[in-house]
């Protein structure tokens, strides 16, 4: 059973910057991509973020394009995603997601397609 821990959340001013991690454990040796979503209060939850298996394709959102990257270290079974210039907007429970076999060559943006979800880290964006 793939298990996925976020970590990395918590407060910053309008501007600032956060690295968020999502490390995987639990697992045989195998290629998965992730996602990461974002659910603010009273929001859906929506994609912000994907990866696939060998890191060779991602995919951000328009309104994060730019200033956030995702990244992952499959040695160390884990991802990231660095966050620059910090909006209010960006507030919310972050949250990785897994899903095993995916074709390398991309990363499914929708969210019904993740199997494996972590517990979520909160991020405060405001000054």
């Known amino acids: 059973q793939l298990q996925l821990a976020e970590s990395g959340g918590g407060w910053v001013q309008p501007g600032g910057s956060l690295r968020l991690s999502c490390e995987a454990s639990g697992f045989s040796k195998g290629y998965y991509a992730i996602g990461w979503f974002r659910q603010a209060p009273g929001k859906e939850r929506e994609g912000v973020s994907c990866i696939s298996n060998n890191g060779g394709f991602t995919n951000y959102v328009p309104s994060v394009a730019g200033r956030f990257t995702i990244s992952r270290d499959n040695a160390k079974n884990t991802v990231y995603l660095q966050m620059n210039n910090l909006k209010p907007e960006d507030t919310a429970e972050y949250y990785c997601?897994?899903?095993?076999?995916?074709?390398?060559?991309?990363?499914?943006?929708?969210?019904?397609?993740?199997?494996?979800w972590g517990q979520g880290t909160q991020v405060t964006v405001s000054s």
């Open positions: 997601a897994a899903v095993p076999d995916w074709p390398s060559t991309s990363c499914p943006p929708e969210l019904f397609e993740y199997e494996y």
